[in-house]
């Protein structure tokens, strides 16, 4: 028989996907290397006793499992495969064999069941085997899980299960080991294409090219899918593409807009949504962003999928693509018990889109890394020596970091400082601080120094927005010099960004031995504001080796 032949139809059966379901090897599509194992197991005699069949919805485990049945028990085989005409052949079709004993795991999994499924294993039936097909087998539970481990351990020569599970990894791995494990995969747009063209010329639909484009589109590389939404399209004309807004989520947490992500959030479950379902959604399409990223070949996007959830994780970095991976995953966990599971997912995707709402060190970390970036820029660029000019040192209060205000012009600033308190803060305090401080006090400008308070201006708030995480030892370095506390005002001004570049100050002579810096001191180059965590959150810690 020719390799991808078109279904033979179910007569009295008008849903596409039942109807055009593959009864021989030769009608599978897109699952080529599952194919020439099963097939060729059958024709040479070494088909084992127990299968695993994983893989996504709607890629044809169950199928597949008939198939071999089929196969197995045919009366006159070809080549591996199964005739589809024998009295065997029809009867599996029809789901009327005593040879297959089918279980849905998914609403039957208590061990009841399994128990009553396998309590006639050794009972002999017409054909040559008896085939168990455990479907969602992740699903059973504990007792049932070991009742058919045990009968999986020990099974009769005559029988063989086949396994299917959509979640391998929950099957108890003393199962796993017991199986042959094959995955199946999505299919490519071109195969479910093809499968839809055979389809309509064989049922002579009225379907145009429009239409089947639009079915492959919705059907995600699932052929079961595909044959619904093109039976869809074909009794009303139109097909909901109910599929949950992800995409509109990643771009509002790229964009670190919190308010769009929250909007998303509310239309989505205004319109049906359950918040868990869409959890897991958008954990599934960020899943694979990440996979693209990392291993191109292990990721299941397919088509236009692929390129669009590529194109996003290259947007969003692989970094904050694994702390969403790992906060959806808490929120998933956290929903079990939640009273409302809406709120979690609120918060959730709040805390992705603004780090700075997170206290975890994974969000600090990402909003370093984004002070490094912007800082990248703003280094190469410092203000002109007007703006730094210094007014006379006073008395100092206590230290407090205040809440942001927008700078006036700097040429408003209040009296010139003198170039000596400059020269001081530049190089006997700053070098003082940790790295991370270094970074953000490059980008600074100091605007006046009077009334007991130190006012300072970064390029934008989101700078300021770190300023928190520097405030303890910004403070003691500058209490270390002047010799009392000072109280640090900051402002924002994005002018001072983009001002031209001043002449770097002169660099006074080596401090006396009292003042001079100490050599465990943070040294003023600085390679990465990650190592400020240790520093800031571990004070006196080392990194060894």
Known sequence: ?????????????????????????????????????????????????????????????????????????????????????????????????????????????????????????????????????????????????????????????????????????????????????????????????????????????????????????????????????????????????????????????????AGAALAVVATALRQGWDAEQLAEALAGDVRQMFLLEMAPDVADAVDEDRERLAGLGERLGVARTVRVLEALGHALRDMKSAPDKGIVLEVTVARLARPELDASLAALGERLERLERQLAGAVAAPPPPAALAPAPLAPVGAEAPPAASVAPPLETAPRPLDEDLRDRFEHRVVPRTSRAAQLVLRSAVVRSFEGGRLTLVVPSEELRANTEVIAQGLGRALEHEFGRLVEVRWEVDPSIGSSPSRPPAPRRSAPPAEDAVREDDPAVDVASAGEHLITEMFPGAEELG
């Open 1 to 257: 028989m020719p390799d991808e032949a078109t279904p033979t139809p179910v007569e009295g059966v008008t849903a596409l996907y039942r109807r055009f379901r593959p009864g021989r090897f030769a009608e599978l599509r897109g699952q080529d290397h599952v194919v020439r194992a099963l097939r060729g197991a059958t024709r040479d005699g070494r088909v084992v006793h127990a299968y695993l069949f994983s893989g996504p919805r709607g890629t044809g485990k169950t199928t597949t499992a008939r198939i071999l049945a089929k196969a197995l028990n045919c009366e006159s085989p070809v080549d591996g495969d199964a005739c589809g005409t024998c009295a065997s052949c029809v009867a599996i079709a029809r789901g009327a064999s005593l040879d297959v004993i089918e279980l849905d795991a998914a609403s039957n999994n208590g061990v009841d069941d399994v128990r009553e499924i396998t309590a006639g294993a050794w009972h002999q039936t017409p054909g040559r085997w008896k085939v168990y097909i455990v479907d969602e087998v992740h699903q059973l539970s504990k007792a049932a899980a070991a009742a058919l481990l045990k009968t999986l351990e020990e099974p009769p020569s005559h029988v063989i299960f086949v396994l299917a599970t959509t979640d391998p990894h929950k099957v108890l791995p003393t199962i796993r080991s017991r199986t042959q494990h094959l995955e199946f995969h999505l299919l490519t747009g071109d195969t479910l294409a093809g499968l839809l063209q055979d389809v309509r010329a064989a049922a002579q639909l009225a379907a145009d090219d429009d239409a089947i484009e639009a079915a492959v589109r919705l059907a995600r590389g699932s052929a079961r899918d595909a044959l619904s939404a093109l039976d869809q399209l074909l009794a009303t004309g139109v097909v909901s593409e109910d599929r949950a807004p992800a995409t509109e989520l990643v771009e509002a947490i790229i964009a670190d807009d």
